[in-house]
């Protein structure tokens, strides 16, 4: 297994990774491939060239097996104390013929390194319930939920 950021040749495997990731859980999507794909071509190619996002797979003999895409978010910073970033970690998706291998706690263990050794104050991710014991699994704990503003 090889654990490494996406490049722009990862493209189109993550469009279909994302695509299949949605109809795992809703299968009654909608929207015409051909769109989704165009509108997340776009999002990938600029977080890839971009600062703000990371997009961590684990490949398997070459094939994507496993991806997790983390936001860098800056905070303000505060008087009488070093100011850290931290993560939002979102889009956590291991393919299913992959899964109950560890490959996806690998990935985890490599992003928090990573994570430590940039100084990051802590990674969030908002996991669904089903995800909830993976997620415990590699010492995340559960924190306040956040408020939020639905539009």
């Known amino acids: 297994m090889r654990i490494r950021q996406a490049y722009a040749e990862d493209i189109g495997a993550l469009i279909r990774m994302r695509w299949e990731f949605t109809l795992e859980h809703q299968p009654d999507v909608s929207d015409e491939f051909e769109l989704f794909a165009a ?89 669904s319930e089903e995800s909830r014991a993976f997620y415990a699994r590699n010492g995340y704990t559960l924190c306040n939920d956040p408020m939020a503003l639905h539009l």
Request: net charge negative.
């Open 39 to 127: 509108e997340c071509r776009t999002f990938l190619e600029e977080a890839i060239r971009g600062e703000r996002w990371r997009i961590w797979l684990a490949e398997v003999e070459g094939v994507i097996a496993s991806h997790v895409y983390i936001q860098l978010i800056d905070k303000v910073p505060r008087p009488g104390r070093k100011t850290y970033p931290f993560a939002y970690m979102t889009n956590v998706y291991t393919d299913p013929a992959y899964r109950s291998q560890g490959i996806g706690s690998e990935l985890l263990k490599a992003i928090r390194t990573w994570a430590t050794e940039n100084e990051f104050e802590f990674i969030i991710v908002w996991p």
